[in-house]
């Protein structure tokens, strides 16, 4: 099979090569086509929200996904739930030489077909290639743009407000574990990461929102922790009520994880008014993305930080960890 | 020295910790404050210009900058050579466990500096932290926003249009070269790694401007020859024209490299119409990072591609070489 050389990053022939026999073949946009320093953009308007993340995850492939799909997915969903409806999509990649270019095909495919089916456009890209053994593979980063379609504000937030989560929790951080292979465990557990433009877009006709981020590093819990500590107001979220699957629940048990603080690629968190409530998960349920939705805790001004109530009745303070239980989640 | 560990990417309590105790510290800009997973932009119109770039450089600190610095000014002169003025920039870290958290405090003022001289903000990051042995110190990605002031087009250009090269060429790539330690030679050589907006920006009230590129990886020859493929036309060059400086050209013939072929990271290739030649060289030149500015050559439809025109009377074709002479430049 044929791989990656030191070369393919020169910005010579052999860069050349790369850029139209996998990237150009896969990611074929006007913009791209010009091969310019920077992409010539129109915007709608002249409100828009700018994401970066570099992904790094380890296995490359897991169920579920790529770090292809991944790195769509994860800068569409980082605009959406700031509130700005995605347009543009940047791709810089490091690759490690010696990687197969047959996988990096692959990975550039699973880019493209969330691209297409998102009508998001990947308009501008870099490539670098370093040494072997001076990455783990691919490292991808993708910035993104988007217009601002609806104003998310931590500021909006108020005692009785509502938390919800738009799916079961810990399916990615799990299937990643389980994909690492030190566990030998089978299970049907795959990542959720998934696009979430489509199930959140309606959801900005909604006034009664207000606030929302997508749990990946960190989790849910992550999240939560952030809101008390920048609002300083409290969070009461009710165990039995945080959607888990199964076999995500016995995984967990078994490896000492808690869902709560595990890395999802294709949920959000949204905090909204009660009186919208209906409004919401009527919405969401009816999304394939989003038939787990479900309300899970309240906030409260009674308190301060997040605060679980368990199945059986007690009470755990919620806080951040110092490390991530995985690294390398995403 | 304290160092870099796995926790520092994790999304927890470390991370958090980083990203006030170095990231804001420094960066310190109302979006980045925000702490939101995109940042909130106004722009001025509608038309703008989106980059992208990750730099993998070697090594990271260098004589003439660092890569804080090269990362900043990359994303600048790829936005401003496209005709956008530059405006918000990202900033992607990956960090190799064990990395002192010194020198990355460093890299960011570097990057901070660049961005307080420029006026240009960095809005939103991401920091990812890989195992000892993953990554070779630190990658950053940035990407960039900008505004379109000018429409630069390759198809614009045409025959007898003159070929403008804002400085001495090759100064980057020597210096990295020589700072690898490889060579044991002394020199005074600075990379010429700097921001080329306030360099670039009062030529866009000059109409008989066609394109423009900053040489970097593949250097000015690189460039030329994409303009000649692109475009079907000749484009013929005199070496005795091309400001080389002349501890650079003594070190070039030492160890066997072409200045026209060595990454530059603070010039820019214009190409222009030959009537409003004077109007750009007196701009340039009057600029501290323009006043070696030359033309040093010349559009042609007698023939395709890049010519060289030797300070002996020969002749040498110009190509794309398949390698770069020095990887990891950028």
């Not at 009785?160 to 799916?167: K, Q």
């Not at 959720?192 to 207000?210: H, V």
């Amino acid at each position: 099979m044929k791989k990656i050389e030191i070369g393919h990053g020169s910005g010579g022939r052999l860069t050349r090569e790369l850029i139209h026999e996998i990237f150009l073949k896969h990611l074929d946009s006007t913009e791209l086509r010009e091969l310019e320093d920077a992409a010539s953009l129109n915007m709608h308007n002249q409100a828009i929200a700018f994401t970066t993340d570099t992904y790094v995850i380890n296995p490359l492939f897991f169920p579920g996904g790529d770090i292809g799909k991944l790195s769509v997915c994860g800068t569409i969903n980082d605009l959406i739930v700031s509130g700005a409806q995605p347009r543009f999509i940047s791709a810089g990649f490091v690759i490690e030489e010696g990687f197969p270019i047959g996988d990096l095909e692959t990975i550039v495919m699973s880019m493209a077909r969330v691209a297409g089916e998102t009508g998001i456009r990947i308009v501008t890209g870099d490539t670098k290639v370093v040494e072997k053994g001076n990455c783990d593979g691919v490292y991808i980063n993708t910035s993104g743009i988007g217009e601002i379609r609806y104003r998310m504000s931590l500021k909006k937030i108020s005692p009785g407000d509502l938390i919800i989560v738009t799916g079961t929790v810990g399916d990615h951080g799990i299937s990643i574990a389980l994909s690492r292979n030190e566990f030998q465990i089978e299970t049907e557990i795959k990542s959720d990461c998934a696009p979430l433009n489509d199930l959140i877009l309606p959801l900005f006709d909604i006034d009664g929102i207000k606030w929302m981020r997508d749990p990946t590093r960190g989790g849910v819990a992550g999240v939560l922790v952030e809101v008390c500590e920048v609002s300083g107001l409290g969070i009461e979220v009710e165990e039995e009520k945080i959607p888990v699957r199964e076999d995500v629940r016995f995984v967990c048990e078994m490896l000492g994880y808690d869902p709560l603080y595990l890395a999802n690629e294709g949920r959000a968190v949204i905090i909204a008014s009660e009186g919208c409530a209906d409004r919401i998960m009527n919405s969401l349920l009816s999304h394939p993305l989003g038939r787990e939705s479900a309300i899970i805790g309240r906030v409260s001004d009674g308190f301060r930080g997040v605060r679980l109530r368990t199945s059986i009745g007690g009470e755990r303070i919620i806080d951040l960890l110092d490390q991530e239980m995985l690294p390398r989640i995403c």
